[in-house]
């Protein structure tokens, strides 16, 4: 497929952060949030359920719509290869920080690629992009007071690494900087550029 104006592409997410992260290839998107069930499966390991989720998502769009790009992400967080959930609420999070304080967590982003023009010859492509962070050995009188101020109970890990949740890490390990923050664009670029699209076009 040779490079094209950008066809209709979609962002299947409701968050915020992965919206402001595509804004920044300054391509025309819309944003579809996708309604499944993001549980995981008995003895599912974490990138895959992050990777079946993100192609659930852009599956339930693609149900939707036509003709379109639908980009689907997932996150999930480990410690101990077991999986850590968005908190919810105040006490879950202290919880979680508590338990990750001095210890390294693994973001397991999982992103895809959904392509469903009649056309097209790279029609799903999905990656898992893994991150691992260490988490800054605080007392828990600064965890709590970070919790008051930011309050990511939206965040798996219950820190946004965007905001002053930096303040709670000591190393960051990756490929893609953007992982993290729930949308690897990298990887996004790399697959854009397979479905045809020009990120570069005056």
């Given at each position: 497929?040779?490079?094209?104006?950008?066809?209709?592409?979609?962002?299947?997410?409701?968050?915020?952060?992965?919206?402001?992260?595509?804004?920044?290839?300054?391509?025309?998107?819309?944003?579809?949030?996708?309604?499944?069930?993001?549980?995981?499966?008995?003895?599912?390991?974490?990138?895959?359920?992050?990777?079946?989720?993100?192609?659930?998502?852009?599956?339930?769009?693609?149900?939707?719509?036509?003709?379109?790009?639908?980009?689907?992400?997932?996150?999930?967080?480990?410690?101990?290869?077991e999986q850590i959930g968005k908190p919810g609420d105040h006490a879950?999070?202290?919880?979680?920080?508590?338990?990750?304080?001095?210890?390294?967590?693994?973001?397991?982003?999982?992103?895809?690629?959904?392509?469903?023009?009649?056309?097209?010859?790279?029609?799903?492509?999905?990656?898992?992009?893994?991150?691992?962070?260490?988490?800054?050995?605080?007392?828990?009188?600064?965890?709590?007071?970070?919790?008051?101020?930011?309050?990511?109970?939206?965040?798996?890990?219950?820190?946004?690494?965007?905001?002053?949740?930096?303040?709670?890490?000591?190393?960051?390990?990756?490929?893609?900087?953007?992982?993290?923050?729930?949308?690897?664009?990298?990887?996004?670029?790399?697959?854009?550029?397979?479905?045809?699209?020009?990120?570069?076009?005056?």
């Amino acid at each position: 497929m040779s490079p094209s104006l950008v066809p209709r592409l979609i962002l299947a997410s409701g968050s915020a952060y992965r919206k402001e992260l595509l804004s920044r290839l300054q391509l025309p998107f819309e944003v579809m949030s996708p309604d499944i069930d993001e549980s995981p499966l008995d003895n599912e390991k974490p990138a895959e359920t992050a990777l079946r989720l993100a192609e659930a998502k852009a599956k339930a769009i693609a149900k939707l719509v036509d003709s379109s790009l639908i980009i689907g992400s997932d996150q999930v967080a480990t410690l101990d290869h077991e999986q850590i959930g968005k908190p919810g609420d105040h006490a879950r999070a202290l919880a979680q920080l508590k338990k990750m304080r001095g210890r390294e967590v693994i973001f397991h982003t999982a992103l895809c690629l959904l392509d469903n023009r009649t056309a097209s010859t790279a029609p799903l492509q999905i990656e898992s992009v893994a991150t691992t962070v260490t988490f800054r050995d605080l007392p828990d009188a600064e965890l709590d007071a970070y919790l008051q101020i930011e309050k990511p109970y939206d965040c798996a890990g219950s820190a946004k690494n965007e905001g002053l949740g930096i303040a709670l890490i000591d190393h960051i390990r990756s490929d893609d900087p953007t992982a993290l923050t729930g949308l690897p664009l990298i990887a996004l670029t790399r697959m854009l550029r397979a479905a045809g699209v020009r990120l570069f076009t005056l």
